[in-house]
């Protein structure tokens, strides 16, 4: 599982150039440089205005996937044992933005 | 209704794990989620197929539900306490469901799936054998459950709830974005309804705010109290969600749950639709 690639969950059938996908990966951070993924984050993707948008528990792998539309976000991080984490990020038609959330 | 009628804490539920008497029963979006853990002695309904007539878009009808919880070993004098994934959408849709064929004795684990696992509490494979029993359903009380016709006639009349995300109700989005936003319906709300999306009724952890803070949320919004409301989202779940918080909580008994929501009605021919913020007219 660790080092496993951001954004495994699969996209196959989707018409990437009609989505705005923001990805990543949360990680748990060993305190020495390294980290491993975090299965059982919940991430909340929140619009302009801060107001809830979408959420999703993240995969075995840690990672988690939003099909927003053009525009700035917040991607909000909660997990057991763990401050809650904000990420600012611009998602595009056609374009995968990545986020690499570290808790 | 109140809160200790209506929900349960994840300490009540621990202490009630080998209550005869209660069943606990996990209902997700994301159907798998059950199978890679949930809560000890709990029994799974898949939304998809267990809570979906499989021919016609409609829910199941009274012989299918009961067959259903027959099959499950749920029986008329259990009490029923659901829980689910983000934040109760589906929980609190097979709530509704409880409710609509007449099951008194049904409760939400306040805070979900969500909560439980962000206090790191105990998640297990088995999956219990039940007994089948012999459930009994009522005739579909049609008091909480709004239909098309219905909702095009209370425009301009009753308090119309829209408790998508603001992306989805001004049209930007189709669906929540979590999803991909391929679809064959029109966007936009229904003319004069109000946007309140569901997750202002629910703290970050999932758990439902105080009486005070949610009377004063749709107070805000608009809402006028001495009116029926009809909620609605885009497939009948998150509504289900602010359903259960005016209804339950709040005890405003004139609301109704139109489960058909924004897939059905954006795609009526001929009905109005409002684009943008604002509510637009009748």
Same mark, same amino acid.
Not at chain 2, 248 to 254: C, F, N, R, V, Y
């Given at each position: 599982m660790c080092g496993a690639t951001s954004g495994g969950v699969s996209l196959e059938g989707v018409d990437l150039a009609k989505e705005s996908v923001i990805e990543g990966v949360v990680t748990r951070s060993d305190g020495n440089g390294g980290g491993a993924p975090v299965e059982n984050a919940y991430v909340r993707l929140l619009d302009r205005t801060g107001e809830f948008a979408a959420e999703v528990p993240t995969s075995a792998t840690g990672e988690f996937r939003f099909f927003a539309a053009p525009g700035e976000w917040t991607v909000r991080t909660l997990a057991p044992r763990a401050d809650v984490v904000d990420q600012r990020v611009v998602a595009r038609q056609g374009v995968v933005a990545e986020v690499s959330v570290t808790i | 209704m109140s809160r200790t009628a209506t929900l349960v804490t994840a300490d009540w539920v621990e202490q009630h794990l080998d209550d005869p008497d209660v069943v606990l029963v996990e209902v997700d979006e994301d159907t798998t989620a059950y199978d890679k853990g949930h809560i000890k002695g709990a029994v799974k309904l898949d939304w998809t197929t267990d809570l979906q007539d499989q021919v016609r878009r409609d829910a199941v009808n009274r012989d299918q539900f009961a067959a259903l919880l027959s099959e499950r070993g749920i029986a008329n004098d259990d009490t029923v306490v659901l829980y689910g994934g983000n934040n109760n959408w589906f929980a609190a849709y097979a709530y509704w469901y409880f409710k609509l064929y007449g099951h008194d004795a049904v409760k939400l684990l306040d805070g979900g799936r969500k909560k439980w696992e962000l206090d790191s509490r105990e998640l297990v494979d088995e999956v219990p054998a039940r007994e089948k029993a012999s459930y009994t359903a009522q005739e579909q009380?049609? $008091?909480?459950r709004a239909f098309r016709d219905e909702v095009v006639a209370a425009i301009g009349v009753k308090n119309l709830i829209d408790v998508r995300s603001p992306d989805e109700y001004a049209g930007r989005l189709l669906a929540p974005a979590h999803l991909p936003q391929e679809q064959a319906q029109r966007a936009g709300h229904i003319p004069t309804a109000g946007n309140v999306p569901w997750s202002k009724a629910a703290n970050d952890d999932g758990t439902f705010k105080s009486d005070e803070q949610l009377k004063a949320l749709y107070s805000e919004a608009g809402i006028d109290w001495d009116k029926d409301t009809i909620a609605y989202c885009r497939i009948g779940e998150r509504s289900s969600h602010t359903w259960f918080v005016l209804h +339950? %909580? %709040? $005890? +405003?008994?004139?609301t109704k749950n139109y489960d058909g929501s924004w897939t059905e009605y954006g795609s009526l021919i001929g009905v109005p639709i409002a684009l943008g913020d604002e509510a637009g007219e009748a």
């Open positions: - | 009380d049609t $008091g909480i +339950e %909580l %709040l $005890g +405003e008994k004139s």
